[in-house]
Nanobody, 124 residues
Framework: QVRLVESGGGSGQTGGSLRLSCDAS????????LGWFRQVPGKEREGIAF??????RELYDESVKGRFTISHGGNMLFLQMNGLKPEDTGMYFC???????????????????WGQGTQVTVSS
């Protein structure tokens, strides 16, 4: 069982930056695919950034490519969010699974372990 706890959410301004952290109960090296998802009320949880710890591959949704960076080390997973936009507002969840990251982009159903989420609100 992998327990995930997100932190670092809050309020930001358009063009600003936020950094999200996800603390795992064990080394993230043991889980193969790590990811960040975003959800807004009334919509499906969507994947935005992923890291395959075996292939050493980063994957990004087009909506965040060039602005967000996923990284990890030890028990931690991070999401550096630059160039914030109001449409980045939502609840952000980190996720982990033992399997490799599906190409071209993992799906919500691929992940077994989830954090409780941290809210990000971007004002214009």
């Amino acid at each position: 069982q992998v327990r995930l706890v997100e932190s670092g959410g809050g309020s930001g301004q358009t063009g600003g930056s936020l950094r999200l952290s996800c603390d795992a109960s064990e080394s993230t090296q043991r889980t193969h695919c790590l990811g960040w998802f975003r959800q807004v009320p009334g919509k499906e949880r969507e994947g935005i950034a992923f890291f395959d710890t075996v292939a050493r591959r980063e994957l990004y949704d087009e909506s965040v490519k060039g602005r967000f960076t996923i990284s990890h080390g030890g028990n931690m997973l991070f999401l550096q969010m630059n160039g914030l936009k109001p449409e980045d507002t939502g609840m952000y969840f980190c996720a982990a699974d033992w399997g490799g990251c599906r190409l071209p982009q993992p799906r919500k159903s691929d992940f077994q372990y989830w954090g409780q989420g941290t809210q990000v609100t971007v004002s214009s």
